[in-house]
Structure formats: structure tokens, C-alpha cells
């Protein structure tokens, strides 16, 4: 790609996978005890053997896969190193990666941010981000530009799946309308006319329940945690979101991880929440 080539936007290209191999988000999430299960050790061997088996066993078959920076980032920058390579091997075998690292600053702070994730030539360049919004809205602008120069995307911290985050993300601002409520409308406003999808999506849990209440029509993608061993099921996907339920990408962690180390039986896991959830999105 030349520098001065126009990349396609994250949003066209997470519809054609979400189309072409179902909605599905596989999170690699290595907590100290599922290296544990694994038969791996705490360290940068065991981080390394677990994060190439999951991306071997599920990069070529999954819309998009899911990194949890902290995990990598715990063991410095050995383990920063294993994250760089997982990232590439994922999307060399065409799965999207989401890097979950949940940014958040001011000026040029969140500008770094945006250029170690963001940009086309970084080393962990991921097709998105998650953020945190809540330094304000308008404190998230040097990832929005950094994203829409690079064919990249966000996902914003809207209604999170943790009951703390009720205290703020439910608050009601002086103009009545709810904190969440607003971050989805600030969403909606980047993917006004995008198509077939805007690149800026939200992050909603599918824990949450009966969201009509919410206008999720953001024209964005919802990346919803929640499902699997947090008790969602792929069935709850249209009662929760109602209409908006085909531009949802369910992330599923430990309900796939748990069954590794063996990569057949990681990849069968994976065809049926695929498979399941597929099923459900298409019935709403």
C-alpha cells in the first residue's frame, strides 16, 4: 500500500468478515489460570505457546479476534513482543484484530495512544481500539482522526457489562440525557452516511438485559462481552438489542478457551458459538 493510498474503512471491511464467517470475537485473554489449565507456566514461554495455539486453531475461521494488552503487558517487553507477533499472525490468516487496551487521555498523550495502535506502520497496529471516553467525548478526536486516516476503528466504553460502571455511565447530565446514551449519540453522529457500516463502534454488554430504552442504531458496530461463562447466551442477543442485533460481534473468551490446548477441540468450539450465534442474529 502506497502512502498515499486511501485504506478501506475497518467498518466495510468488519461487515464483509462478519458476513462472510459469522459475527464472532474470540478474546486472548492468557489469566494466569487458564495458563494454568493449559498445563503452561506463568511466564513468557507459556504466554507465547498459549497465544499461537488460539490463533492458529481460530485466525482463519473468526471475524475477529480480541487481545487483552494487559496480559501481554505484565510480563514487559517480552511479552509486548509476543502480543506484536500474535497481532500480525492473526491478521495475516484475515482475522480482524481488535486490540482491547481500553485508552484513554488528553492532547497528546491519546494522540501517542492512537499512533502505537492506530497507524499503519506500528508494531502493534490493530484494525481497532478500545477507549475510554470518559476524559469527555472530544478527548478521544486524535484516535477518531488517527483510525479514519488508517482504515482503523474504535469502540467505545458506552455500557459496559461491570455493575460499577452504572454509576457512571448511568448518570443523567444536566440536558436529561444518560452519560451512556450520550456516547452512543456522539457515535452515531462519526458513522452518519457510512456504508455498508461506520468504523466507530460502541462496547455494550450483552449481560445488561432489555436495552430499548437505548437508540443502539449507530450505524457502528456493538461489541458486546458478556457472552459464555459471563451467562449471555447467543439467544439473548436479539432480546437485548433488538433491531440492532445484526452490527453486534459477540466476544467470546473463556467459552472457547477453555478448551484448549488442543487446537481441534478449540476450533470446534468456535465453529458452534459461530454457528449459534449466526443463528440467533438471523432469526431477529
Not at 42 to 61: K, N
Not at 95 to 103: E, S
Not at 125 to 137: E, I, Q
Not at 195 to 202: I, T, V
Amino acid at each position: 500500500m502506497s502512502g498515499t493510498a486511501v485504506p478501506e474503512p475497518f467498518g466495510a471491511r468488519l461487515r464483509r468478515a462478519m458476513d462472510e464467517r459469522g459475527p464472532l470475537c474470540v478474546g486472548i485473554d492468557p489469566h494466569a489460570s487458564l495458563l494454568a489449565e493449559w498445563g503452561l507456566g506463568d511466564d513468557v514461554a507459556g504466554l507465547e505457546r498459549f497465544s499461537r495455539t488460539v490463533v492458529e486453531a481460530v485466525a482463519d475461521r473468526v471475524a475477529v479476534l480480541k487481545p487483552q494488552s494487559a496480559f501481554f503487558e505484565r510480563f514487559g517487553s517480552r511479552g509486548v513482543a509476543v502480543l506484536e507477533k500474535a497481532v500480525e499472525e492473526a491478521r495475516a490468516a484475515g482475522a480482524l484484530v481488535v486490540m482491547d487496551a481500553k485508552r484513554g487521555d488528553i492532547g497528546s498523550t491519546m494522540a501517542a495512544y492512537a499512533e502505537s495502535f492506530l497507524h499503519r506502520d506500528a508494531p502493534l497496529f490493530s484494525d481497532a481500539l478500545t477507549v475510554s471516553p470518559y476524559l469527555g467525548y472530544g478527548s478521544l478526536k486524535p484516535a477518531v482522526d488517527m483510525a479514519r486516516e488508517n482504515g482503523a476503528g474504535l469502540f467505545v466504553l458506552a455500557l459496559t457489562s461491570n455493575p460499577e460502571g452504572g454509576e457512571v455511565q448511568h448518570a443523567v447530565r444536566a440536558d436529561g440525557r444518560g452519560v451512556g446514551a450520550t456516547m452512543l449519540a456522539h457515535l452515531a453522529a462519526e458513522n452518519a452516511g457510512e456504508e455498508p457500516l461506520g468504523s466507530f463502534g460502541a462496547v455494550v454488554g450483552a449481560t445488561l438485559g432489555d436495552l430499548s430504552s437505548y437508540d443502539l442504531d449507530i450505524n457502528g458496530p456493538l461489541l458486546a462481552p458478556g457472552i459464555g461463562a459471563q451467562g449471555a447466551t447467543p439467544a439473548d442477543l436479539p432480546r437485548v438489542f433488538g433491531a440492532a442485533a445484526r452490527n453486534v460481534v459477540p466476544n467470546v473468551s473463556r467459552g472457547v478457551l477453555r478448551h484448549g490446548p488442543h487446537v481441534d477441540a478449540l476450533r470446534t468450539a468456535a465453529d458452534r458459538f459461530a454457528e449459534e450465534i449466526r443463528g440467533a442474529v438471523t432469526a431477529a
